[in-house]
């Protein structure tokens, strides 16, 4: 069973430029997450979706970053016009529809896109 | 609001040793559930335990057990006889029960563990 799957791993942007990290969850998890470490610091909440629905995006910038997941496809976040403090490592995280039990909590994290605005 | 504090920046152990990692946490959620990952220098995010407010005993996987102090609102993890692989940074993280916006996690800003030979 294949783990949670990111690319690219590394990405290299101007400013200016379109940034666009994909995110295919585990197979049969329908819940994805999306997290933002900037350097030297623990990960950040950006947002959370479901297939064609955003659950929660309380951690989304409010310009620039988009978040989404279709029916079929991986999950994508997209920032558009990057900047410098864009660079960060941006992980995805799946989790199963809920159970009821505690194996619901875990999420199980992608090895992270490293993105770097020159 | 959820917090997850972390206060231990660095730490050293000396191989074979055993270590403990702080970790206290704020919430008014009467249910919710306590992580500990491992982030070696690869950069990959290791789910190591898990702990959840209602168990009544203390987690433990393998070399890692969680001394959960639920009065104290503490959450430490200890790494019984420490191996050079364990070097990496922890992060402890915490989220709440139910559904939307309650599934995030909070993480803490993360302690840097090296494993002397």
């Known amino acids: 069973n294949a783990g949670v799957m990111q690319n690219p791993r590394h990405l290299v942007r101007r400013r200016g430029q379109e940034a666009r990290l994909r995110c295919s969850p585990m197979?049969?998890?329908?819940?994805v997450y999306w997290y933002r470490q900037l350097p030297e610091e623990g990960l950040k909440f950006m947002v959370y979706?479901?297939?064609?629905?955003?659950?929660?995006e309380s951690g989304m910038p409010k310009e620039r970053f988009s978040a989404e997941f279709p029916k079929e496809g991986p999950s994508i976040l997209r920032i558009q016009q990057v900047v410098r403090g864009d660079s960060a490592a941006y992980f995805c995280?799946?989790?199963?529809?809920?159970?009821?039990?505690?194996?619901?909590?875990?999420?199980?994290f992608g090895p992270g896109t490293r993105l770097t605005v020159t | 609001a959820q917090k997850i504090t972390q206060t231990q920046p660095g730490m050293f152990v000396q191989e074979k040793e055993a270590v403990t990692l702080d970790c206290t946490y704020d919430?008014?959620?009467?249910?919710?559930?306590l992580f500990w990952y491992k982030q070696p220098s690869s950069g990959e995010m290791i789910f190591l335990i898990y702990?959840?407010?209602?168990?009544?005993q203390n987690a433990t996987e393998g070399r890692y057990s969680l001394n959960f102090q639920k009065a104290r609102k503490s959450a430490n993890l200890v790494i019984s006889a420490s191996q050079l692989g364990d070097s990496a940074m922890y992060f402890c993280?915490?989220?709440?029960?139910?559904?939307?916006?309650?599934?995030?996690?909070?993480f803490g800003s993360g302690t840097q563990l090296t494993v002397l030979p």
């Open positions: 995280a799946s989790s199963p529809k809920s159970q009821g039990t505690y194996h619901d909590y875990e999420q199980y």
């Open positions: 197979k049969g998890h329908s819940h």
């Open positions: 979706l479901q297939k064609e629905n955003i659950i929660d």
């Open positions: 919430t008014s959620d009467q249910s919710y559930g």
């Open positions: 702990q959840g407010s209602y168990d009544e």
């Open positions: 993280a915490m989220r709440g029960a139910g559904s939307g916006s309650a599934r995030q996690l909070t």
